[in-house]
């Protein structure tokens, strides 16, 4: 008999790599998951009740030799990268590793929707990164996903999604609403990863995990049927997005912090989902057909027997009706903040 896929995550305790553990964790194939955190972070609390679920916690320096890289890979068979956009660049020493560690396969940091360079530059980079991947002839799966639904919530006069309304993203709706894109609940991003993960037809290839497409408009609309209100809707065109763009490009150039310091998180915030909702909601690049055209296989074609997650109208019905103490999404919503 087989033994289990040994699987690697780096970042398994943040809020992507907490629903890839949990997908690991819930998927009939048999996986032996292994927290690949920092080692100041080894005895955190999610890294605890990793550890109580059977998890094994590494722990890593990536100041330290790469021999100890390469030692901490040499039993994994799949390495999914987790690491947040701004420091992408800290996935080549896990890649050089996993190469000379004779990994299986590679997944780097993506969890967002395809694009072709030249749009957003979190994108360029990491389009960068797969050229690293490539030129180490490094087996590996990309896999985009599409925005997730925790990004948009629309208020209601009642205020009943207040708690889950991100308050670093702009929700004006761009240019006319009509333009649909992929999205996704981040809870099920890890159920998608597991089964992606588990077969061998997706080496090497670029895999679109997605739930549902809709536009803006349809967006709001499942919003008020869910609420039974009419969430305000205020509009921004293209051409005004650009300028924001334009002028947090600025600000944050002129700033001796960096991007991240909390002085300009509404600035880079803003500059990074303008470059996205350009993509998403005016070129429709964030979309089932143009994915087809950048050369991915659609999830679905592979997996059409799969159950297709939650949709955003049992998303929002959760927001409306439940305490959001636990809801799985970013920190950036006003019960996040709030704790």
């Avoid at 990793?50 to 100890?68: E, M, Q, R, T, W």
């Avoid at 992929?182 to 099920?188: G, K, M, Q, V």
Wanted: net charge negative; with cysteine.
């Amino acid at each position: 008999m087989a033994g289990p896929i040994t699987v690697g995550v780096i970042g398994a305790t943040g809020k992507t790599g907490s629903s890839i553990v949990e997908g690991l964790l819930s998927s009939p194939t048999n996986f032996s998951v292994t927290s690949l955190t920092r080692a100041a972070s080894v005895d955190n609390s999610t890294n605890q009740q990793f550890a109580a679920k059977g998890i094994h916690i590494v722990g890593y320096d990536l100041n330290g030799p790469s021999s100890a890289l390469i030692e901490i890979l040499k039993p994994i068979d799949v390495v999914i990268s987790c690491i947040t956009w701004e420091h992408l660049d800290q996935q080549i020493p896990w890649i050089e590793a996993a190469k000379e560690a004779g990994v299986k396969r590679f997944v780097p940091s993506e969890w967002v929707g395809p694009a072709p360079r030249g749009v957003i530059d979190i994108k360029d980079k990491k389009l960068e990164i797969l050229g690293v991947i490539q030129r180490t002839r490094l087996p590996y799966t990309i896999i985009d996903v599409g925005c997730f639904f925790q990004v948009f919530v629309p208020k209601v006069p009642s205020g009943r999604s207040d708690d889950a309304h991100m308050i670093y993203i702009d929700h004006r709706i761009v240019g006319d609403g009509n333009q649909k894109f992929s999205l996704i609940d981040l809870a099920d991003i890890g159920k998608y990863v597991a089964q992606i993960v588990s077969v061998p037809r997706t080496l090497n290839k670029r895999v679109f995990a997605y739930t549902e497409a809709l536009s803006m408009n349809e967006m709001w609309d499942t919003m008020a049927k869910a609420s039974g209100e009419t969430p305000a809707k205020d509009y921004i065109s293209e051409a005004e997005i650009k300028q924001v763009i334009k002028e947090t490009r600025e600000r944050l150039d002129a700033s001796s912090k960096p991007a991240t310091h909390p002085d300009n998180i509404m600035d880079i915030a803003n500059y990074n989902m303008g470059q996205y909702r350009i993509s998403w909601c005016i070129r429709g690049d964030n979309t089932p057909e143009y994915a087809d055209y950048l050369g991915y296989v659609n999830f679905w074609t592979l997996f059409s027997d799969f159950p297709r997650g939650r949709s955003l109208a049992e998303f929002y019905q959760y927001v409306l009706d439940n305490d959001l103490s636990d809801l799985p999404g970013y920190p950036y919503t006003a019960a996040g903040v709030g704790k």
